[in-house]
């Protein structure tokens, strides 16, 4: 049966995560108080924020700006998108 939890993101009672996304506090706060559907809108948003912004992960300032939007988007509501973002076409509207 799959674990429960309260998800902070979106407010109900979802699938949690099956373990902590990474190691260390903040791995193991998201693992506790965000499902598996919010870790993965994240994911998608991460990627579009890397893709947008052309960034290079393995660079601190990357990685401290993804940490920050990570934080923004699972606990604090939203993150801004990129200035002229447009979001790819859904498959049926090509």
Do not use: H
């Not at 949690?16 to 948003?45: C, H, M, T």
């Not at 992960?57 to 509501?77: D, M, S």
Request: include cysteine.
């Amino acid at each position: 049966m799959p674990r429960k939890i309260q998800c902070k993101r979106l407010g109900i009672e979802a699938e949690g995560l099956d373990k902590p996304p990474f190691p260390g506090p903040e791995g193991q706060r998201i693992y506790e108080n965000i499902s598996k559907q919010a870790w993965e809108e994240w994911l998608k948003v991460q990627t579009m924020l890397i893709n947008e912004y052309r960034l290079t992960v393995f660079e601190p300032e990357a990685k401290e700006f993804l940490a920050r939007e990570r934080e923004k988007f699972l606990f604090g509501g939203s993150t801004a998108l990129p200035e002229g973002y447009v979001p790819p076409k859904a498959a049926e509207d090509s």
